[in-house]
């Protein structure tokens, strides 16, 4: 029905846009990478629809990637693989461990925190996924957790990666849409805790009905006693967070300027603690360089790609098909968070923040939504996509790691989808948790 709406607007779409999409569709459906899907696609369309010479798409590729916030990207992820090596990943399990050993279910409460803890440095999920996991997946068997429940509980708090600053998304679709990182990183502060406390609470209340994990009973002395003991022991690994959030909140470092010295300080550290040594540094580099490897082409694509659809008139088209069946700001906020999880269960982020952004930040401004809201809303919607089959990427990287069934874990991580999305939707339809942060311009 909606692309029947969509033909009788003033925007008439023909093969020039079909056949790109179908050329999409099948290439991702022989498992072709997405980035070449995309650029196959976005190649095609230009060539029908004329929208660009193809002596120019070189140009426009270099163009997609020629800003300075994209070295943020590498050195983010550099920085989680280094905290990995060093053994500073540790003492976040540590701490977070001694925050939360009072209470029954402790070690699982720990193992979400220190997944946000994570987040807040290396701004990847996979990252956050494999190296939390390694970590505490056999911990919590032992302490009475089913198998395919502690991983699912691990793949959902991995999900802050992209949702806690510094995020990798967010850079992107600041690039995108043309707004400041370091704006979105303040604006999600409030959400990404919003999610991580809700994936809190599910284990919490999922621990309490199940009897999983007991809890130690302690005087607040003897808590208080270990809490100072894992501070005393591991403090230096939070000098890299502090770092990162200082220097973005401040306005006295860039995103790019604070990963860069976020990277010399966790090595320095590494050297200094003598867990790095410069063996180490081919396997570290080649690591971060295949995922930034992965992220950049469908960036680099995704210029032209918008251009083409922008020539065609497809946001425009897209925005008076569905306004025409409803102009209720609440059902068109609730349509397009259904539209980003479906997306998010079928494709990655960043395909999906490439390829939807232009499309609907249309609709978002069309109804008055602010535009700071709208890619919170949409990076968090995209993040319940982790957790969700047939593709989630979480699913799939716990799975790797223990051998447990994909589909066990999906079951397991039902509770975590259900509370998150009731944190989205919060976000989707009350600005203020966007925006309490902001200065007054973007409220």
């Not at 001694?98 to 807040?120: D, E, P, Q, R």
């Not at 919170?376 to 979480?394: D, Q, R, Y």
């Amino acid at each position: 029905m909606l692309w029947q709406q969509l033909q009788n607007q003033t925007v008439i779409l023909g093969w020039d846009f079909y056949g790109p999409v179908i050329l999409f569709v099948v290439l991702v459906a022989l498992a072709i990478p997405v980035w070449a899907a995309i650029g196959a696609a976005a190649i095609l369309m230009l060539v029908i629809s004329g929208a660009l010479p193809l002596s120019l798409v070189g140009e426009s590729l270099f163009h997609g990637i020629d800003h300075f916030a994209l070295t943020a990207v590498p050195l983010f992820i550099l920085t989680g693989d280094v905290l990995v090596r060093t053994g500073l990943s540790r003492k976040f399990l540590d701490v977070a461990e001694a925050l939360t050993c009072w209470a029954k279910g402790g070690f699982g409460s720990a193992t979400v925190l220190v997944c946000g803890m994570f987040a807040a440095i290396s701004g990847s999920d996979a990252a956050g996924a494999a190296a939390v996991g390694r970590m505490t997946i056999d911990r919590l068997v032992e302490s009475g957790y089913p198998r395919p429940y502690a991983c699912a509980l691990v793949a959902a708090g991995a999900c802050t990666g992209i949702l806690i600053p510094p995020s990798i998304a967010y850079i992107i679709i600041g690039l995108v849409l043309g707004i400041s990182a370091s704006t979105l990183f303040l604006a999600a502060v409030i959400p990404g805790i919003a999610i991580l406390v809700s994936i809190l609470v599910t284990n919490i209340v999922m621990n309490r009905l199940n009897l999983w994990e007991g809890g130690g009973i302690m005087t607040t002395s003897e808590w208080a006693a270990n809490l100072w003991k894992a501070l005393k022991s591991g403090w230096y690994a939070f000098i890299v967070p502090g770092i990162i959030f200082y220097g973005i909140f401040s306005g006295r470092l860039t995103p790019t300027e604070a990963g860069a010295v976020a990277v010399v300080v966790t090595i320095a550290m590494g050297f200094g603690l003598k867990t790095l040594s410069l063996s180490d540094f081919p396997a570290m580099l080649v690591s971060s360089a295949k995922v930034n490897g992965v992220i950049l082409p469908i960036i680099a694509f995704s210029l032209p790609l918008a251009q083409a659809l922008a020539i065609l008139g497809v946001p425009q088209g897209f925005v008076g098909a569905v306004t025409s069946l409803t102009e209720d700001p609440t059902l068109l906020i609730l349509l397009m968070v259904a539209i980003l999880i479906a997306a998010g269960c079928v494709m990655e982020t960043t395909p999906n923040i490439v390829i939807l952004a232009p499309i609907l930040k249309p609709l978002a401004d069309n109804i008055g939504m602010n535009e700071i809201q709208f890619c919170i809303m949409m990076i968090t919607a995209l993040g319940v996509g982790f957790i969700t089959p047939p593709l989630g990427l979480n699913l799939f990287v716990v799975s790797g790691i223990t051998g447990e069934s994909i589909l066990k874990i999906a079951y397991r991580a039902i509770p975590f989808v259900f509370f998150m999305l009731a944190v989205t939707l919060l976000i989707a339809l009350y600005p203020p948790i966007s925006t309490t942060l902001l200065p007054e311009i973007y409220q």
